[in-house]
């Protein structure tokens, strides 16, 4: 096992990986920037490097601060959590060299799922199921020209998406073709602008669809199971705000089949450690199309934890130091249900604008069946320069009914002054007919109108 | 005449300044973006005029409250 891991991110994820190593006997050094010379996180760290500049590229996405940082403190592995540099296979290719262990997948396996539209060129070619669709990348004034082709022979509507692209930016719907020049426009000037790749690939828009997704552990010897699925499908701006797991839809001859997809698509990336594997489901034919591949822990990865008892986070350090999974698929079994609220600092009651600032008053719920996987505290100015996610609020019950009161109850015992946050929309969303029901769709927040709900409320005085 | 003090209505970062000095704007035209947590957020004219003055530039960082352009409302 390490004797010093090296924590490449900051928040409640980089905290939670501290916790990790604190358990199994490893030290932690921390990284972090100007504006989180007073986080959570570094107070937790065995030690704690500067890397000065706030805007995450001269300090969480620079690579050279990061393994003078490693090299320095004698960092036997880094620990990437997900987003800055945790999908970036040059970082991983440098870890390589350096001998410094990623705890990651490989970066052949890395580059194998990236850009967008390769994987999904790759997955297609073995036989996985993807949505129709253009092959390879559209880019420049011929192919977009093409590119009405291809949507009058897959049929409006139709999702533009940006082969480099992440987190949701630059994804748009045309729903006639009339809107496909723009939706183009949109998905290259994004993609160019957030992650310097202007191409973009064209599918099928599966109007009423959920997202599912696989949580993947393989060690270094191949052995690869399928953890749990889990439904991400409450989302605005194609970011995820709840999830739960199971999905409510899930049958366990469908868990079977979109479990076993999962791990053919990890073999096919000759994949190592955490994969999740994401799906659309569609609701019109009961078939599922693969979307993405995350090459990287997700943050909604706990809902899993409470399901199995497995601690992925500790896995994904066993297995980057050599050890075996040490049980197979039949060994995993599901118990209850758990749902995950996102805290952001944010207000709901205005179109989700971001809302930083300080934390006057901070007194998160507990009980049962309650974990708060949070890295803030009272009197914690929250900085701009970063997401907005303050803390996840998750909840377990035997039955999704006691999962979901558990969390009612929870969220209204959260107590934060100072900062505005969302957890009035999840409080509405909860309890939304679509969501009890479970037949929830990706576009639940616009066609169940929360918003509406939210701004109604607060004028009848229900919300402050 | 009257006029039209904007402020920050959130701490962040000017990524972009769409009008100068001398400007007419309508409503709702943007003036300029101010980026926080990841996200853009246009900054929008409340009413038609013109640019009286613009106090901020592209690349600076703003407080909440910070006067970041004056218009003279039509």
Known sequence: MFKKILVANRGEIALRAMRECRELGIASVAVYSDADAEALFVKHADEAISLGDPEPAGSYLNVEKILDAAKKTGTEAIYPGYGFLAENPGFVEQCENLGIEFIGPPSKSMNAAKPKHRARDLMKSKGIPVAPGSDGAIEGKADMAKAFEIANNIGYPVIVKPSGAGGGIGMKVAETKDDLAGAMEYATSLGSEAFGVPAFYLEKFIARGKHIEFQILADKKGNTVYVSDRECSVQRRYQKLIEEAPSPIMTPELRARMGGTAVEIAKILNYVNA??????????????????????????????EYLTGINLVKEQIRIAAGEDLGYTQDDIKLNGWSIECRINAED????????????????????????????????????????????KLLSWGRTRDEAIETMKRALKEYHIEGVKTNIPFHIVALDNESFRAGDYTTNFVDEQKISKTLRQLKKDGVFA | MSQEVIEAPIPGKIVSVSVSAGDKVEEDGELCSLQSMKMQNPILSPVDGTVVEVKISEGQTVETGDVLIIIEED
């Not at chain 1, 034919?285 to 693969?290: G, P, S, T, V």
């Not at chain 1, 809302?355 to 998160?364: C, Q, S, V």
């Not at chain 1, 803030?376 to 701009?384: D, K, L, R």
């Open chain 1, 275 to 304: 994969l999740t594997v994401e799906f659309m489901y569609s609701l019109d034919d009961n078939e599922y199309y693969f979307n993405e591949c995350n090459t990287r822990l997700q943050v909604e990865h706990p809902l899993t």
């Open chain 1, 348 to 391: 709901p009651f205005m179109n989700f604008m971001p809302a930083p600032g300080k934390i006057e008053a901070y007194d998160p719920p507990g009980g049962f069946g309650v974990r708060v996987d949070g890295g803030v505290y009272s009197g914690y100015a929250i900085p701009f320069y970063y997401d907005s996610l303050m803390a």
